[in-house]
């Protein structure tokens, strides 16, 4: 099979190539390096690898009709993080897609979206270690004026093994995943709402996904009579179906998007194999104009994981995505504690006002002066558990052996009843412009965060004894950061950005210094960037942890721009943790060395 894909791609291509007189080439490298060294103090341990790196080579060669790309990957010895079946070496993505008008067919490994990803979700993310393509085939089609149609259909990637027992991944007895989408432009069809400036788009869509049956018991019991085993094995669906409304209107400079997604019962690991159905809704409003910008966003999301693999854990085989509805931070001690959604259930809210003063005014200055709040809180769901299948009330979860959720439908929640509060973000930013070479930045921040539930310590659906709520507020974070961000640009090939960071504690948990050592106590964090001759940059940060640690995080190094290449070298320390992306995290753990990143672009 897999040279006869390879010959198929070649072939196509090799037609497209004969048939186009105009064919471009473009591609990129990157490789993320990592010369690794010991360090006892932050518990590395014994460096087993001298070299580490992920490298990645993307390759399009395009014409009027047909594209076709593929990517390698060498990814034998990963960089630190990455769950152990990462690792692999070849070239995980190849595909052809024919063009005409604006109708596409694509063969071999695409990326999609329906709506907000809430039931269907394909996509790249390097940093997290997630590649979810899938690989097969996908028709978009848009027949007439304002409708847009998707077809698709594949078998998803996981890691570099697409089954047991086809690497190509073609064989759908091993299970398949595939939807369709249709999106609606009302006002293209209507001249009268394009005069008045309305957009109107309904969409819906729906997703399958296939898997074989599976051998999970919910338990095993002795029948001394007969002097055997007796195995309960659980009734899996094969077919697990989900679907999705969407409406979303634009008039002038007001938005709203209002999706509502439904799942089917979906045993799963993530679920604990209960029966219940998913469901997630979300609605957002969005107003801006000319130096002001308002967000208003909630969603309600519950047992909503959907995964290809069942019994699938980590980062990977995820069909859907959910989207956070908190601030992604990119200051260094801001992001310290970041948010990853909760697929088991949740309440979402955030609201951000941004304003800037006009300028020549006594609050706005010479060059104005710009204001943002930004507001999230989220919380679990409150759930009414019922009795399992042996008729075992769930009502002594940590302190007794009776329940067992599995094969059951194992909870009832009320719409609008809220559980307890898994994370609060509130920031205040103001950024001013002095002069016309300096300015200046400054935020506060207040964070509340549930170390045990955002970090799957405890499954929060289920009702918890006295003494886990207990030390689940003990392990309850809050924390106040204040942030000065300065820049000033000297010369044209010489300017100056620094910035000033401190994490102060109000309540910091539980020490354990098994578990947290140097997640104790405040921190301070100190950057300071040069850039010369607009294509050189030179840098240098520390990150001090004033608890029990006592440690220093320290980087510093050199970044340069040499037409499409770039080539980063720094050393240092990195703090164990968590690396998130759109509310997907992965854990991070300490490491220390020299780290080198290369990337190119052609």
Known sequence: MKKTFLFAFVSVFSICLTAQNKVYISGSIQSDMLFPQEDEDIGTGKVTDN????????????????????????????????????AGAGLPNLYVTGKYKNNTLTLGNFYDQFGSGLIFRTYEERSLGIDNSLRGARLYLQPYKGVRFKLLGGFQMVYFNYDKTNAWGFDFSQGAVWGSDLELNIDEWMPKLQKKNWNILLGTSFVSNYQPDEDIYRSFKFDTVNNKILAQKLVLPKNVAAADFRLQLQHNNWGILAEYAVKANDPSADNCYIYNKGSAFLLSGS??????????????????????????????????????????????????????????????????????????????????????????????????????????????????????????????????????????????????????DFSLAATYIYQIYNKMAVEGKIDMRLPLSDAIIASMNENTIKSHIAIAELKYKVSTNFSLRGELQYLFKQSEGKYDEKLNKDDWGDWAYALVEVS???????????????????????????????????????????????????????????????????????
Request: net charge positive; hydrophobic share 30%; with cysteine.
């Open 287 to 436: 107003y801006s104009q000319k130096g002001m910008s308002a967000m208003l966003q909630m969603k309600r999301s519950e047992n909503m994981s959907y995964r290809s693999i069942r019994s699938q854990t980590g980062t990977s085989a995820f069909i859907n995505h959910l989207p956070a509805f908190n601030q992604t931070h990119t200051y260094a001690l801001a992001a310290l504690y970041p948010y990853a959604t909760q697929p088991t259930g949740e309440w979402a809210f955030q609201g951000g006002f941004g304003y800037t003063f006009k300028k020549g005014t006594k609050t706005g200055g010479k060059y104005g002066t710009t204001f943002k709040l930004n507001a999230s809180y989220i919380s679990g769901l409150k759930a009414d558990w019922l009795r399992d299948l042996d008729h075992n009330p769930y009502t002594f979860y940590f302190t007794s052996g009776s329940y067992n959720p599995m094969g059951s439908n194992a909870y009832k929640t009320k719409f609008f009843g809220f559980g307890n509060t898994y994370y609060t973000d509130i920031n205040l930013e103001f950024s001013k412009k002095i002069s016309k």
């Open 532 to 602: 010369l001759f607009q294509n050189l940059m030179v840098f240098a940060s520390d990150m001090y942890n004033f608890g029990k640690s006592d440690l220093h995080y320290y980087n510093g190094g050199l970044a340069c721009n040499i037409g499409a290449h770039r080539i980063q070298v720094s050393y240092g320390r990195t703090k164990a943790g968590y690396n998130c992306s759109g509310g997907v995290c992965r854990q991070v753990p300490a490491y220390k060395g020299v780290q080198i990143s290369y990337n190119m672009n052609f």
């Open 51 to 86: 070299f580490l790196s992920n490298t990645y080579l993307n390759l399009v060669l395009g014409s009027k009709y047909i594209d076709a790309g593929t990517r390698l990957e060498l990814l034998n010895k990963p960089l630190p993080g990455f769950e152990p079946n990462f």
